[in-house]
């Protein structure tokens, strides 16, 4: 069986972010089951600037979110991971998805929206509190669906005292919270499978 191509986005860039470490422990998870083929890919790295549609009038969507469009349609499925700013997703996750649905169709490649249509993904959040990032992770579940027709499976994972929940080596202290990470893993990847094969 061809391995699972799976795309993870860790909502934070910052150093020591805990939705990075997060997505790092994931990575390392589905890797593990033998059949995935883990890409955990950098927000940050694509330099996109605040969206700006004058900007893009004078200019055109950045080259940097079509290297987000590539990672997009190179996967079988995608997991988000947030954190929780006031509340909410991270500026970052929302400009570079806001950017991608500007991408029009060329010659060189198609609309943006394109690589998101029944796209499986996933949802896991961080934070320090006791919710764990809950409230960011419904928002983008709603965010997903509406605006950009991804298949956002039932399950999800909100790691709260994340900032505790990680030994030296990055491994998950807590048997529950493996648990929990992993069958949303299974989740995700049980629907990539099944579309795959449809």
Known sequence: MDSLRLLILPGSARAGALSGQLAAYAARAAEHQGSIRARVFDLRALALPVYDGDLE???????????????LRDSDGV???????????????????????????????????????????????TSPGPLGGLRAMNTLRQYLQM??????????????????????????????????????????????RSLRQG
């Open 147 to 192: 605006a950009f027709a991804m298949l956002v499976v039932p399950q999800q994972y909100a790691l709260g005292r994340a900032h505790e929940a990680f030994d030296a080596q990055g491994e998950l202290r807590d048997a529950r919270a493996v648990q929990s990470v992993q069958g949303v893993l299974d989740s995700l990847s049980a629907l990539a």
């Open 57 to 71: 009038a004078a200019h055109g969507v950045p080259d940097g979110v079509l290297e987000l469009q590539a990672a």
């Open 79 to 125: 997991l988000l991971v947030t954190p929780e700013y006031n509340g909410f997703p991270t500026p970052l996750v929302i400009n570079a998805f806001d950017w991608l649905s500007r991408i029009p169709a060329s010659d060189q490649h198609p609309a943006g929206l394109t690589a998101t249509v029944n796209k499986p993904v996933a949802l896991l959040s």
